[in-house]
């Protein structure tokens, strides 16, 4: 007998039917690779609607949400953002109350009110925290005293930078009633009263100030020098949602996080100031000017890693009780807060 006998012999046509079975289970298995893939990456992703202060896009508070977002900070956290403007910060609440967004920007001023008014709203990221106002005057005006009988423009009455404006008033002699009193809310908006002549003096905050300081208009003080410790701007979202989601607000601190860090970095300063210029349509000399002022040396503006500082919020409230704005006895800042997801990303 043959050794070949009993052993089927295979037709070329067979050998290449088998060569292809294994061939076509690979594609197979590779599209389902991809499918699953595509599957997982689209069960990472977490959306977020943000709202954010459309009468402030072009000031300096607003450089972190595009750098969170420019500079992939979001993404590494597999968070896909859909910006909302809000016009000013005295609706940025009550569009988060009304669900019109997740998460916002605001002042933490308003924050508070809306809070002790039965909100629902809570600071768990720290932004600006201490926003330099600079009070800038027409070029007649060299110091406080000169304003007596004036226009000045300030925000809206809880506002802290209405209130470290009266500060600064006083601190040059003039009491209420002193100056006249016109309500603005923007510095854009402010700085354009004064260009035009209808304001005599008025609280701006960068780039607003040093361009017109360099234009001619005087500078009679900042904010600083009344108030050097605050915690102004916050990241609030509803304390109801957030319980609901607290992988994503904990991602959203990590992402703010690194973004704080990657501003502070003199390793990156002209890529900030790049950012400014994007942002604010400042000059690249301004830019720089501005970024001086904030850390040259270091006075506390922006957070280190978007922690909340609560010496600085327990100013805030502080601030509102001397005005009137909040009723005695005054809350605790621990109200206002909830500071988990911050302890969670290992950020305060």
Not at 67 to 73: I, L, P, S
Not at 323 to 339: C, E, N, T, W, Y
Request: with cysteine; glycine share 8%.
């Amino acid at each position: 007998m043959s050794r070949h006998d009993g052993i089927r012999p295979i037709s070329v046509k067979q050998g290449r039917k088998r060569h292809a079975v294994p061939r076509y289970a690979a594609i197979v298995g590779a599209l389902f690779c991809l499918i699953a893939m595509r599957a997982a990456y689209a069960q990472q992703t977490m959306t977020l609607r943000m709202g954010y202060n459309a009468n402030s896009a072009r000031n300096l508070a607003q450089v972190p949400y595009v750098a969170v977002q420019r500079k992939g900070f979001l993404a590494r956290e597999h968070i896909a953002v859909t910006m909302v403007p809000l016009m000013g910060t005295t609706n940025m609440v009550a569009a988060l109350d009304k669900g019109d967004v997740d998460v916002t920007g605001t002042a933490s001023p308003y924050m508070i009110e809306a809070a002790l008014k039965g909100s629902d709203a809570v600071a768990v990221i720290g932004g600006v925290a201490n926003p330099i106002y600079s009070l800038i005057a027409k070029p007649d005006v060299t110091t406080v005293a000169d304003l007596r009988g004036k226009m000045v423009a300030l925000s809206a009455p809880p506002d802290t930078i209405t209130l470290s404006t009266r500060l600064l008033l006083a601190k040059g002699g003039l009491k209420d009633g002193d100056y006249r009193i016109r309500e603005i809310i923007g510095s854009t908006q402010r700085a354009a009263c004064l260009t035009s002549g209808a304001c005599d003096a008025v609280p701006l905050g960068q780039p607003d100030d040093i361009v017109l300081v360099q234009k001619g208009f005087h500078k009679l003080g900042d904010s600083l020098e009344v108030v050097p410790e605050l915690q102004f701007n916050v990241i609030a979202v509803r304390r109801s949602w957030a319980a609901q989601h607290k992988d994503l607000v904990t991602a959203l601190a990590r992402a703010f996080g690194a973004t704080f860090r990657y501003l502070r970095d003199p390793a990156n300063r002209d890529d900030v100031e790049n950012l400014i210029v994007a942002t604010t349509g400042a000059t690249k000399q301004v830019a720089g000017a501005v970024l001086a002022l904030y850390y040259e040396p270091d006075r506390g503006v922006m957070p280190k890693r978007g922690e909340i500082n609560m010496a600085g919020l327990a100013h805030v409230i502080e601030l509102l009780g001397t005005a009137g704005q909040i009723g005695k006895p005054l809350p605790s800042a621990d109200r206002f807060v909830d500071l988990q997801y911050l302890h969670a990303a290992g950020l305060q």
